[in-house]
């Protein structure tokens, strides 16, 4: 499981480094900082961030803003807004792109936080919920741990087990996490990859090793099909 990777866009040096700094010390990993919207665009284009904090005012012709429009358009992750500048034409047009968090220079350690996490919420409540402390973004779980977003690839789950109340999350390297919630919960959000195969179990057909009448191998580890499941695992199979 790695860290919430936040992207900080902003013009001024020692403020961006300061702001890296404070999210490393918070658990978050923080990224290279940009500086204007041509070096964000390729940062998230090769670092692929989870969240950015983006300065309204930038150095060169296009602003924060502008930047926040094209991450919604296009990649579609959530921001927070860094402004020294809270003046009402500021703020409307902010608001124009229903950022969930806007910070005002000079903020604290502990509003930086407040306002990752909420965005962090927010965004997924737009996209699918699981519960309170655990979220999905961009293909992968967030899992809460000592108050930081933990995240989980979908790519390196092989499956998920029912375990009453709870979730049991088998992963690569023969890991486990264990969330509150249920498989109903999980089968609607997850992507294409993942498919129902007993009352118990969601699998990754990515690892799908072997198949009989009653059973199934993932990773080498036998788990049983339901009845009801056979036919829709076998025409998930087709497909692969």
């Known amino acids: 499981m790695s860290k919430v990777k936040i992207l900080v866009v902003e013009d001024e040096i020692i403020i961006a480094d300061n702001i890296c700094d404070t999210l490393n010390s918070l658990g ?25 904090i983006l300065d309204i005012q930038l150095s060169g012709q296009k ?38 968090a806007y910070l005002i220079k000079p903020f604290t350690k502990e509003e930086l936080y407040t306002s990752i996490e909420i965005a962090l919420y927010s965004h997924s409540e737009k996209i699918s919920e699981i519960n309170d402390k655990n979220v999905i973004i961009k293909d992968a779980l967030f899992i809460k741990e000592k108050g930081v ?27 486990r996490f264990i969330i509150r919630g249920s498989l109903n919960d999980i089968i ?18 990515e690892y799908l090793d072997q198949i009989d009448s ?21 025409n998930k199979i087709n497909k692969i």
């Open 188 to 205: 609607n959000k997850v992507n294409s990859k993942f498919i129902r195969v007993h009352r118990g179990f969601i699998i990754n057909t």
């Open 63 to 100: 602003t924060g803003i502008d930047l926040a429009k094209k991450i919604k358009e296009d990649y579609n992750f959530p921001f927070i807004f860094l402004t020294s500048n809270a003046d009402v034409s500021t703020v409307n047009e902010a608001k124009k792109v229903i950022p969930p």
């Open 214 to 234: 009653t059973s199934l191998k993932i990773n080498n580890e036998i788990i049983p099909i339901g009845k009801k499941y056979r036919q829709d695992i076998l």
């Open 149 to 175: 977003y933990n995240k989980l690839a979908f790519d390196d789950i092989l499956y998920f087990k029912s375990s009453h109340v709870y979730i049991e999350i088998f992963v690569k390297e023969k890991k």
């Open 28 to 52: 978050y990993k923080a990224l290279e900082p940009a500086v204007n919207y041509t070096e964000a665009i390729e940062l998230i284009e090769n670092e692929n961030p989870d969240i950015a």
